[in-house]
C-alpha cells in the first residue's frame, strides 16, 4: 500500500484525531456524570453543556421518536440527572461515540486498503458491531443505573418516613417535615433527600397532592406510588397524617423482610441444578469408579484361556489341542522306546 497518497495523508491524521478526542471526551463525560444532580444545591446550578455549543448539534444528528424520547427522559430522571438539557446531553454524548467510530472506521478503511488481499468486508464487520454496542451500551448502563436509583429510594424510605413522623408528632406541619427532613437526610440519604427537596419545590409552585403526584410517577415504584395515594387521602380526609405513615413505613419494612425471605427460600431451589450438575458427577466417580476398575480387571482376567468368561467352544478347541499335544508326546515317547 502506498502511504504517500495525497489522500491518506491529508485525511488520516484529521480522522484520528477526532475520533480520540471525541471518544476520550465522551466516555469520560458519561462515566463521571457531571451532569447528575447530587444534592438539592446542584438544582441551582447553570448546566454545563459536555460539549458546549456543539452539544444541541450532536444531538439531533441521529432523529429520535418522541416516545423515545420521552422514555429516555423518564430513565434520566429515575438515575438522578434533572438539571435542563440533560437528555440533549445524553444523546449529544451517544451521537458523538458513533460518529467518533464511524470515522474511525473509515479512515481505517482507507489505510489498509489494498487491491489485491481487500481486508474491506472483516473491517466493516467489526467496525458494524461495535458501532451497535457503541450506541447500545450507554442506554442500558443508564437503565442499570436508574434501577438501581430506584432501589436505593425504595430501602431509604421507611427511614425517611420515620423521620417525617417523629416531625409531624413534634408539632410540624408536613411540608416542614419535608424541608426538615430533607435537609437531614442529605449526608446519609442523598437519594431521597434530592426527592423531597424536588416535592417541598414543586409544593411551593402548586399543591402537595401534585407534588406527591409527580414523585410517584417520577420515580415508579410501587411504594412510592403508595405513599403519594396515603398522603394524599389523609389529606383530604383530614384524617391523623403521622399515625398512618408510621404504620406505612412498618407495612413496608415488612414487605422487605417478606421479599428477602422469599429470594432466601427460591435461591435454595435454584442451587439445585448446580449441585446437580457440580457436584453429582465427582460423587459417583468417587463411588463408582472403584467398581467399574476391578469389573475391567475381572472381564479382562477371565476372558483368557481357561477364564470363566472364555467361550465354551474355545475352551473345547484348547482342551483338544492339549490332548492332541499329550497323545503325540505319548507317541514320541513309545517311538523312542521301540528298538
Known amino acids: 500500500m502506498d502511504f504517500t497518497d495525497p489522500t491518506i495523508i491529508f485525511w488520516s491524521p484529521i480522522a484520528a484525531f477526532a475520533v ?5 471526551l465522551a466516555l469520560g463525560r458519561l462515566l463521571i456524570g457531571r451532569g447528575r444532580a447530587r444534592g438539592s444545591d446542584d438544582l441551582d446550578r447553570a448546566p454545563r453543556l459536555v460539549f458546549g455549543p456543539l452539544t444541541l448539534g450532536l444531538a439531533g444528528v441521529l ?3 418522541s416516545e423515545a424520547r420521552s422514555e429516555l427522559r423518564r430513565d434520566l430522571h429515575r438515575a438522578g440527572y434533572y438539571r435542563p438539557f440533560s437528555t440533549e446531553q445524553f444523546l449529544a454524548i451517544r451521537n458523538a461515540l458513533a460518529i467518533g467510530w464511524t470515522m474511525l472506521t473509515l479512515s481505517v478503511l482507507i489505510i489498509a486498503f489494498e487491491p489485491v488481499n481487500d481486508p474491506t468486508t472483516p473491517i466493516v464487520i467489526i467496525g458494524l458491531v461495535v458501532l451497535v454496542l457503541l450506541y447500545g451500551i450507554p442506554r442500558l448502563w443508564l437503565g ?3 434501577r438501581r436509583r430506584v432501589k436505593r ?7 425517611g418516613l420515620d423521620m417525617i413522623t417523629m ?3 413534634g408539632g410540624l406541619s408536613l411540608y416542614t417535615a419535608l424541608q426538615r427532613v430533607g435537609e437531614e437526610l442529605r449526608g446519609t440519604h442523598p437519594d431521597l433527600s434530592l426527592e423531597l427537596d424536588i416535592v417541598r419545590r414543586q409544593a411551593e409552585a402548586h399543591s402537595l397532592e401534585q407534588a406527591l403526584e409527580q414523585f410517584a410517577k417520577r420515580i415508579d415504584a410501587q411504594e412510592i406510588q403508595s405513599f403519594a395515594a396515603l398522603v394524599s387521602q389523609t389529606e383530604r ?4 397524617v403521622s399515625g398512618a405513615l408510621k404504620d406505612y413505613a412498618d407495612s413496608v419494612r415488612r414487605s422487605f423482610r417478606q421479599r428477602a425471605e422469599e429470594r432466601g427460600n427460591r435461591s435454595s431451589v435454584q442451587m439445585m441444578l448446580p449441585v446437580a450438575l457440580c457436584l453429582a458427577p465427582p460423587v459417583y466417580i468417587l463411588l463408582l469408579a472403584p467398581a467399574a476398575i476391578e469389573m475391567r480387571d475381572f472381564i479382562v482376567r477371565e476372558n483368557r484361556p481357561g477364564g470363566v468368561l472364555r467361550p465354551v467352544d474355545a475352551q473345547r478347541a484348547a482342551f483338544s489341542g492339549a490332548a492332541d499335544g499329550d497323545s503325540a508326546a505319548a507317541a514320541d515317547a513309545g517311538d523312542d522306546a521301540t528298538p
Open 153 to 159: 429510594i425504595q430501602i431509604q424510605l421507611p427511614d
Open 167 to 169: 416531625c409531624m408528632t
Open 63 to 65: 432523529p429520535i421518536s
Open 20 to 24: 480520540i478526542g471525541l471518544f476520550i
Open 237 to 240: 380526609l383530614g384524617s391523623n
Open 144 to 146: 442499570g443505573q436508574a
